[in-house]
């Protein structure tokens, strides 16, 4: 294999970026040619992209974002723009093909090996509800962005006695809430894999109160219901000032933690090796610190198993 395309697609993540220098690096190091894609799977449509060298990838190791740029493409769902990025590929001679991505990127990246392309998959997103690998890329970024926001909202929730609600994302996956609650003291977590009652969360609050807390935290996941009516609630049961705080996209950016930054770069690095010994279709995860590859269609099939254990134990944490 003399070229190969590396791109990121759907949600961007830290970490993302170690993984594109990774491939670049790894790739040049054992002399093939990488060309990056921009936008994920919208550049293979519209030819859009970048021949790589060692210098296109300096400086982006303590980046978040993507120097290659993310989009969530439609087109590449339909017949027509997923066989134009398939002729775009065999025009531009992209041999084989790394993806950065979500859930929707590796459909993307079954596809293209559906139809005989080789492809290798790196998961690539915050929401860490990939359910075949234990972890994501950007994953523990976005948990250390929420810990600093959970902790500082902490002091000001503490000093004036109040109830604060944080909203943190995932819309079907509550991993983010889940992690950040226990990790952060939450007297409750809201998530959309739990069905929960207001009434449940207000109890908790105020046995807490009862026993002499002065203020409470609590942490929902986007997908489980939205921060400014549920705080409106639980003020009105438990009679506390309520407030609420919307993390937003706060959580997709900034520097790529230790963790992140290892496993972009372990990641990207054998991407480029199973391309190069033709171990292709694959998707790469992590397991008990270690990264490994699996079938991409088995990867796909597995299901999330929520974490209960987790959860019950962030409620007895904060008695
Ligand atoms: P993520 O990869 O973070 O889950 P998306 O679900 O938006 O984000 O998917 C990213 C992109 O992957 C989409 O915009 C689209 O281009 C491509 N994609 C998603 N689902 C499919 C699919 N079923 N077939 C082909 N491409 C897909
Ligand atoms: O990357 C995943 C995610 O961050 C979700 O948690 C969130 O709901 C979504 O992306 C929002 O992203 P966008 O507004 O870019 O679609």
């Avoid at 929960?196 to 807490?208: A, L, R, T």
């Avoid at 002499?212 to 549920?230: C, F, N, P, Q, W």
């Amino acid at each position: 294999m003399r070229t190969i395309g590396v791109l990121t697609s759907g949600g961007d993540a830290p970490g993302m970026n170690d993984a594109i220098r990774a491939v670049v690096r790894y790739g040049i190091y054992n002399g093939v040619k990488v060309i990056g894609i921009k936008d994920g799977y919208k550049g293979l449509i519209d030819n859009d992209t970048m021949d790589m060298n060692l210098s296109s990838v300096a400086d982006i190791i303590h980046r978040g974002g993507t120097i290659l740029g993310s989009a969530r493409c439609i087109e590449f769902k339909e017949e027509l723009g997923f066989n134009q990025a398939i002729k775009n590929m065999k025009y531009l001679g992209i041999e084989g093909l790394v993806t950065i991505g979500g859930d929707g990127t590796f459909q993307g990246s079954k596809k293209l090996s559906d139809v005989g392309i080789p492809t290798i998959a790196i998961p690539g997103t915050i929401d860490n509800d990939l359910a075949y690998t234990q972890y994501t890329l950007g994953f523990f970024t976005a948990l250390e962005t929420v810990l600093d926001a959970i902790s500082k909202i902490r002091d000001t929730s503490s000093s004036h006695g109040n109830t604060n609600v944080i909203e943190v994302m995932g819309r079907n996956c509550g991993d983010i809430a889940l992690y950040a609650g226990l990790a952060g003291g939450a007297e409750m977590v809201i998530l959309p894999e739990m069905p929960y009652s207001i009434e449940e969360v207000c109890d908790k609050i105020m046995q807490g109160r009862i026993r002499g807390k002065r203020h409470s935290i609590v942490v929902l996941a986007e997908g489980a219901g939205d921060a400014k009516t549920i705080s409106k609630k639980i003020g009105e049961i438990t009679k506390t000032n309520t407030k609420y705080s919307v993390l937003g996209y706060t959580q997709r950016g900034g520097t790529p933690s230790a963790f992140d930054r290892l496993i972009g770069s372990k990641m990207g690095a054998k991407a480029v090796s199973l391309l190069l010994e033709e171990n292709y279709s694959r998707a790469l995860g992590v397991r008990d610190g270690s990264v490994f590859d699996m079938d991409i269609v088995e990867a796909l099939k597995t299901e999330k198993v929520f974490d209960n254990e987790s959860y019950e134990l962030t409620k007895i944490l904060s008695i």
